[in-house]
């Protein structure tokens, strides 16, 4: 089996709003890289054979310094990248409900049978990003890899690979911090939810 370690980027510049960045190129703030340097230096002795990210700046932004740390190449893949959330890309959830209440209230209600206007489809999203976890069981039999990608592509792999229902994903897991450490132990018929959403200040103070 593999073991994977599931990241959220650092904070992005649109945090402190909580706007829904989605595919948006946002950058992250300079607490972000603070929480990325944090995570590498966990990183560089945690055992990682390998580290993978999505395409999108600010989950590169945060694994780079891992990749180096743990001195190996980073690798990218766009299946790894955040759900496009469509008309509510960069919007707070207050300019949501002024924009399409209805919508909202649906979505609220089922995020998956009713997503966001214009967004992905989230068993499409959690179609590609599980595709991808399986490529890199096979890749990496035995190993640790060291995941960095989003909030809500994690939680909806996690719901498909334990067995919630894809819609109860926002009640089961209602968020994720950003850099904090998801852990499973992962084959192609298996899998084990090891920890979740453990703040990366924590583990540094036990390590330091």
Request: aromatic residues 8%; hydrophobic residues 40%.
């Amino acid at each position: 089996m593999t073991q994977f370690v599931l990241v959220r980027h650092g904070e992005t510049e649109w945090h402190a709003e909580n706007r829904y960045a989605g595919i948006s190129d946002v950058s992250l703030t300079e607490r972000g890289l603070e929480q990325a340097r944090q995570l590498a230096a966990w990183a560089g002795k945690a055992g990682f054979a390998a580290v993978w990210t999505s395409t999108l700046t600010r989950a590169q932004l945060t694994a780079a310094p891992c990749a180096d740390a743990i001195g190996v190449p980073l690798n990218v893949d766009e299946r790894l990248r955040e759900l496009d959330f469509g008309q509510a890309e960069g919007l707070t959830r207050a300019e949501m409900h002024e924009r399409f209440p209805e919508a909202l209230q649906a979505f609220r209600a089922d995020p998956v049978a009713d997503h966001l206007p214009g967004g992905e489809d989230p068993t499409d999203a959690v179609r590609r990003f599980t595709g991808c976890l399986y490529d890199l069981v096979d890749r990496y039999p035995g190993d640790r890899v060291l995941v960095v990608a989003h909030t809500t592509a994690i939680r909806l792999a996690l719901c498909e690979l334990i067995g919630v229902p894809l819609r109860d994903y926002r009640r089961v897991f209602p968020s994720v911090r950003n850099c904090a450490l998801t852990e499973i132990r992962m084959s192609r018929e298996e899998t084990a939810l090891l920890e979740f959403n453990t703040p990366i200040e924590s583990i540094q103070e036990l390590t330091t």
